[in-house]
C-alpha cells in the first residue's frame, strides 16, 4: 500500500482451498492456493503475500449477511445513530439523506436505513444475490474510481461494512469514494480491528478474501493520500471486534477517538514485529489443541456437528488438519450453502432440521462471533458447545 518492500512474514498457513468455493459434490474437484501474511514495517499494514482474482471469489456469492439478526440489528442501530449524530453536522436541513452501501450484499444494510427514511442505492457485484427489499435499486457491479466517475452521484453518506478489507487498489476504491461524496458527506467503513484479531487469536478470519488487515495509523495515511480525512473512529463487537471509521473531504473536527486509538495502538506493541512473531505460536497451539480435540471426541464415538458453514469456520478446519470423520456435519440456515460441501474437508452443509434428527453430543459454534445467537437457538437440545475461538474450550 505504501510501496515499500520492507515485508516480513509472520504468519504461514500452508495452501488450502477458498473459503467459499462450497462444492456442489464431495468427489469435486478444486483448485488450493497458497496463503500467508507479512506486515510492513514502514507503515504496519498486514496484507497477504497472495492475490485471488475478485471475479473468482466474488462474481457468485453464497453469504446473506440478513441472515443473522445480530447484524440486522447493528444495522437499524447505525441507521439511528448517524441520522441523530452526523447528519445534522452536514447542515443539510430536513433533506431526506441519500446513502450508498457498497459490497451491499442481499441489501440488508440498506433495508434497515431505508426504514428509517434514507434515499437508499446498493453496489454489488455478485449476480446471484437476492434484495431482502427489492424496492431498493442494486448497481451490479465492483466499486471503482471509473463506476463513480461514470455515474456522478453525490451522496450525504458512503457506507463501506467489511469490504475494505477483501480490495486489492485501496487508492482507487477511496477516490472513487472521494469522487461520489458531496461536499459535505461522509464515508463510514467498518473493517475487523487488527488488535483484536491478534489478541483475541481469531487466525481463523486470515483467508483469501481478506487481503488487509488494518490498524488505524494505515488507514488515516491511505485515506489522506485520496483526499480523505478520518474524523473519528468506534469500535463494534460485531463479527469479533470492528472499528467504524468516519471520514470526509470536509475537515470536520477531529475527535479525541483518533489520538487515543493511536496511542492504544502504540502502547499494545502494535507497530512492534514481536507482538506478531507471538500471536503465530499462539496459533499454532490453537490448531494443535482443536486437532486433538476434536480427534478425542470422535474416539470416545461422541457425535459432534457444527453451527455456521462461515467462511471463518471453513478455514479453521482446514487449517487445523481436521478429518471429515470427526464431524458429522455442518448445519447453516443460508439455503444457498445447503446441500453443498465444504472445500477442502467436504463436509456436508445441512439445515437446521438435522440437529433434531442426528442428536449430537456436542455442537461446534463455527459462526463463534454469533455465539449467543447460536446457542439461543439450539439450547433446548441439551447438547455441551466446542467454542475454537480466543482459545479452545467446551462450556
Ligand atoms: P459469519 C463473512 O464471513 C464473509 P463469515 C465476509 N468475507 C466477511 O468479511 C465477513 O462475513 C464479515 C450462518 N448462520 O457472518 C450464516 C446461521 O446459519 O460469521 C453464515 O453462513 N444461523 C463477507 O462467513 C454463518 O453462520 C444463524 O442464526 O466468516 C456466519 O458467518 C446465524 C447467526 C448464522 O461470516
Redesign the pocket.
Known sequence: MCKSTKLTRYLDLGEVPL??SLLGHPDDGERTYPISLSLCEDCYMSQLDQVVSPAIMFNE?????A?????RSHCAEMARHLLKNFYPLQEQGDRQPELLDI?S?DSCLLNEFSNQGYFCLGIEPAKNLNRCNPAIHVVRDFWSYKLAHGHGWQKDFIIA???L??VDDLHDFLRGVHKALSDKGMFIAEV?YLPNLISKNQF??I?H??LSYFLLAPLLRIFRECGLHIFHVEQYS???GNIRIYAAKHQYPRYKSVKTTIHFEEERGYYQLATYDRFSERVNRIKNDFHTLLEDISFQGKKVMA?????????LLNYSGIQKKWLHSI????PN?QGKFTPGTRIPIVD?SHFEAQKPEYILL?????AD??IN?TKHLGVQYIVPIPNVRVI
Open positions: 473459503a467459499n456469492y453464497n453469504y446473506h449477511s441472515i443473522s439478526m445480530t447484524f459490497a450484499n461494512t467489511n469490504v478489507a477483501h475487523p481463523d478470519t483467508y478474501e481478506h460485531i463479527h469479533g453451527y455456521g458453514a462461515s467462511a471463518k469456520g471453513i478455514s448445519v447453516d440456515d443460508t450453502k437446521y463455527l459462526a463463534w462471533n454469533f445467537e447460536l437457538k
